[in-house]
């Protein structure tokens, strides 16, 4: 950030993007990459219990795959799962971070005792050079309703660069899971709406009367501008299980020892989900995501651990689900079938955050099917 | 922002620094100019009555400065300052907007009939061409405190480059004030402060019980990040005049028409306050701007114009004061006289953000002197 001399450009760039060319590491740090640079940001991942306890069984109740192998922490942050796999038994541990979070990471790995296993290595994982391909890649990767951040492709750019052929993927697997819900936040939001309509409408009239400018041709953007923010924009929300009316449905299921960057571009699916409540409402659809450890085929875990940010009153994490809101909301029945198509790309500039179509009609128990209605939504 | 081919490096770059060299352009966008391609932000500043109500008397009750004349807007934003400047008169406006609102100040021109005098252009004003130069240029730049957002750079850029030798700058001058101030965030911040502290405790504590991790190592560089963040970051507030418990000084004075970018780089003062409050708290200090529209020597203003953001108890503005907080506060009694040296310069990793260093030391009406302490605060 700030000033640089004219270095030579393809240095600059990353080849993490849209699938339509690389982009400036400078603007991906901007954008992106300066919140981990934070030990409060990091201090909130590493106090997500949830989220703690999955790698950490993941790691120790699976130990054979750790004894005496190599491993990849891609995205190492403080340097957490690199010190469980060195604690684990590991031979030798690279713990790759972007961030100047590096050092600090470098600092803990020895205050631990690790730093003859534990190797720290400060730079994106697309550019740096390991002396030897790894037995395990691990790293926390998944961003707000899995794929926000698109921090994925930096893995499977590691997988694809590093790991040995038998290698082992931590997690193994993903998934995206689409459900219908109600909340409050529909009618709060569109009040917020309302009421930034109504101030428009007095800015105009002072604007007209103080200062002799009309600005009435502006009204349609402005309200095109308010409506994306607080209509189609998803939100963070922590859902509690009450509010899921009806059955949850996968959306995309990912295999992380195979999948492409090609086949993450776009996340389509069309879902059924059926309504599980009496008369109630349908206010939108709760977005969240699974991850398994259940290692390789050819090298199986010993016990499986699963990762859920599913709506629960208990074990909610930082992650919370991603709330797509609808305008109204919709009353519907136990029995009714919510017909969803659902596709998911990444926004046209910035690949790190997502543009949504999702369209849905509603057969009612009855068999009489609602019209069709089709939201665009922008996860920012 | 995302996707770029590798094209000419020089025109990533603009000149615009912090005395060091040239800045990434589109790094520049993402850390910078993107808040102001949103409608939301200027409607903030339209609706800012002081505001509109300065730059609408200066242009309005100086109507010789712009009857027949060619301006320059820099940074048009809406193009509110450029349409004013048609309506008082000019035979011609150029109108220079950076983001996409340019196209809404296209919009909002033609729908009140200026297009034949407004010619709105978008890009950077150190990159355009104009046909000509000008007679005015007129600018609403100041950021918080004056001149956070380092856009006086652009406008000096503009004068050096657009403006004919006996050229009017609206504003003509400005000014940099501070004053000690009492205010309830000094004890807020330090409770916030030591609540994370607190928390950090407990956070260790869980970390090394149930993951086996000693994270001591880290207690360092996370009480000085709280610290920065809750002690050292100047805050915005809207001061109310009772809050300045010591005579206002100024820090600078710039005359816009002869100011170089060289002279703004560092603001570096000796000044001095005397409390005029009895028995006090001195919690910090509160700094703030006014700008004047006075014309030129050559061709002054029939009527000037001051734009004040001293505290104020109906006139405040959008831009409130910035305070700097001491802890632990002083208590100070009418009489005493408060030194300060005062020194802010450009931050390392980004020429729109400033870093400060605040000396004080309190000479007490009885001629004791306390020591002198000395604080390092950023304006973020």
Redesign the interface.
């Given at each position: 950030?700030?000033?640089?001399?004219?270095?030579a450009?393809?240095e600059r760039?990353t080849s993490t993007?849209?699938g339509?060319?690389?982009?400036?590491k400078?603007?991906d740090?901007?954008?992106y990459f300066c919140t981990y640079a934070?030990?409060?940001h990091q201090?909130e991942m590493?106090?997500d219990?949830v989220r703690?306890d999955a790698y950490?069984n993941s790691v120790f109740q699976n130990k054979h795959h750790f004894i005496g192998k190599t491993v990849l922490d891609v995205g190492t942050g403080?340097g957490?799962l690199a010190?469980?796999s060195a604690?684990a038994g590991a031979k030798k541990v690279y713990a790759v971070e972007a961030t100047k979070m590096a050092e600090?990471a470098r600092?803990?790995v020895?205050?631990?005792n690790l730093q003859d296993v534990v190797e720290v290595i400060e730079g994106s994982i697309e550019d740096i050079t390991l002396p030897e391909k790894v037995d395990v890649i691990i790293s926390e990767w998944m961003g707000y309703f899995l794929l926000r951040e698109s921090m994925f492709d930096s893995v499977i750019c590691a997988r694809d660069r590093w790991l040995k052929p038998n290698g082992v993927m931590y997690p193994s697997h993903a998934r995206m899971w689409l459900a219908p819900i109600r909340s409050g936040l529909s009618d709060h939001k569109m009040e917020d709406y309302e009421g930034?309509m109504d101030d428009?409408q007095g800015?105009l009239k002072?604007?007209e009367a103080?200062?002799?400018?009309?600005?009435?041709?502006?009204t349609k953007?402005?309200s095109e501008?308010?409506k994306k923010?607080y209509l189609q924009t998803s939100l963070w929300n922590s859902l509690h299980p009450n509010q899921v009316v009806g059955n949850p449905a996968i959306l995309k299921e990912i295999d992380c020892s195979k999948v492409t960057v090609e086949d993450i571009l776009k996340v389509e699916a069309s879902i059924s989900s059926l309504v599980t409540k009496e008369e109630t409402r349908l206010c939108g659809f709760g977005g969240w995501f699974d991850v398994h450890f259940k290692g390789s085929e050819e090298n199986p875990a010993e016990c499986d651990v699963e990762l859920t940010t599913a709506p629960s009153q208990d074990d909610g994490t930082h992650w919370g689900q991603q709330v797509f809101l609808l305008q109204p909301p919709v009353h519907v029945n136990e029995g009714d079938e919510i017909l969803v198509n659902f596709s998911m790309t990444r926004?046209?500039?910035?690949?790190r955050l997502m543009k949504v179509d999702l369209g849905h009609s509603i057969k009612q128990s009855s068999g009489k099917m609602l019209p069709r209605v089709e939201n665009k939504f922008f996860i920012e």
């Open positions: 950030m700030g000033s640089r001399a004219n270095g450009a393809a760039l993007s849209n339509r060319g690389p982009v400036d400078e603007v740090f901007a954008n934070f030990l409060y201090k590493l106090s219990r703690m950490y403080s957490i010190i469980w604690q600090h600092a803990l020895k205050s631990n930034a428009w800015f002072e604007t103080y200062y002799g400018v009309n600005m009435s041709v502006l953007p402005f501008e308010q923010y926004a046209d500039d910035n690949h």
